[in-house]
């Protein structure tokens, strides 16, 4: 494995399978303990880089930053 980038979109509540995984996503991810979890898991399993967004792309990206640093 050279180089995996853990996406945010998840984190931002955009799945890309459907309307009601978004739901989901924005729901479990509006607790920024949950995004740390997953952030966790992705650094013991070796994950170096993570992808972002400006702070005004969504609702939950002000909490995604703040969460995972």
């Not at 967004?53 to 969504?58: A, P, V």
Request: charged content about 25%.
């Amino acid at each position: 494995m050279e180089k995996v980038i853990l996406g945010n979109l998840p984190f931002l509540g955009i799945s890309y399978q459907g309307e009601q995984r978004d739901r989901e996503y924005r729901k479990k991810f509006s607790n920024k303990n949950e995004m740390k979890n997953v952030v966790k898991v992705a650094l013991r399993y070796g994950v170096k880089y993570s992808a972002a967004s400006s702070h005004d792309f969504n609702e939950l990206a002000p909490v995604h930053l703040p969460a995972v640093v």
